[in-house]
């Protein structure tokens, strides 16, 4: 099946399920047991769009254990990692998602990424939405930024397309398991 097949597919699957509230919340539960928060200080996530996993309750509490927290702002083509202090401060922006306003970072700076999609396969190529955003973003983190995907146990699948120089995720987490994608320990 082609990229936008699956992409049409797996969003359509993702807009009318039921638990996307409860499986989050094992999502997020699952994240906190499997990492040691101390190992990281700058952490980039995503704010929720359209029943995509919810993060507000780990961006939260990591605002509240004094992490930095970035999302992302959309600026021409290019993804700008912005430091938030609270989630109230967020306005509408690129495709109606809610963006930050204020300092941006180096993405050098980030030492955990959670990167959105649409779905994943087992070996941690993603499909994305289709603008290459994060496919342009990507390349400019530090080799040893460790990359998340959380996801819906739906949208894992067994091999997505990809070519060669798109990036995977190190980590999937989903409500029912936690997939190393690569040989290196994840910290």
Known sequence: MLKEELRKKILAKREI????QEDSHK????????????NFKTFM???PHKKE?????????????????????????DIKPTII????????????????????INPKEIDLIVVPAVAYDKEGYRIGYGK???DRFLPKLRKDSLKIGFCYDFQLLEKVPHEPHDFRVDLIITPTQILKTKKEEVK
Not at 53 to 77: A, N
Not at 91 to 104: C, L, M, R, S
């Open 17 to 20: 399920y039921p638990n996307w």
């Open 85 to 104: 202090k609270e989630l109230d401060n967020l306005i509408v922006g690129y495709a109606g998602i809610k963006e930050p306003v204020g300092f941006q």
């Open 53 to 77: 996993v919810d993060t507000t309750v780990l961006i939260k509490k990591l605002l509240q254990e004094r992490k930095t927290v970035v999302l992302p702002k959309v600026s021409g083509q």
């Open 45 to 47: 996530l995503y704010y």
């Open 132 to 134: 290459g955003y994060y």
């Open 27 to 38: 999502i997020i539960n699952n994240f906190l047991l499997k990492l040691d928060l101390s």
